[in-house]
Nanobody, 117 residues
Framework: VQLVESGGGLVQEGGSLRLSCTAS????????RGWFRQAPGKEREYVAA????????YYSDSVKGRFTISRDRSTNTVYLQMNNLKPEDTAVYYC???????????WGQGTQVTVSS
């Protein structure tokens, strides 16, 4: 499975961004899709996930209420809508896929999100 992210960038505090991740290849092996992030000097954080079968979603406490994960099955694309962004959301965001939670089997190349105060 190949995962390609897009949508990162620089935004001011309180702003919004939407990340996209399109999968290709053996996508049936990644029926659970997710997002992780890693800030400089910090451990990688499991941010959100969505399961295709029953629309189950997961959010970390740090993003709950501000981020929304969704998917378009027709295009094998997963989105992460990020609202009310904070400087502490600054990180490289990785799209992932897998067959169990948290989805760690396949990783995208990462996209940088920078939130200025």
């Amino acid at each position: 499975v190949q995962l390609v992210e897009s949508g990162g960038g620089l935004v001011q505090e309180g702003g919004s961004l939407r990340l996209s991740c399109t999968a290709s290849g053996r996508t049936y092996t990644s029926h659970i899709r997710g997002w992780f992030r890693q800030a400089p000097g910090k451990e990688r954080e499991y941010v959100a996930a969505i399961r295709q079968s029953n629309h189950y979603t997961y959010y970390s406490d740090s993003v709950k209420g501000r981020f929304t994960i969704s998917r378009d099955r027709s295009t094998n694309t997963v989105y992460l809508q990020m609202n009310n962004l904070k400087p502490e959301d600054t990180a490289v965001y990785y799209c992932t896929g897998g067959s169990s939670l948290p989805p760690r089997d396949n990783w995208g190349q990462g996209t940088q999100v920078t939130v200025s105060s």
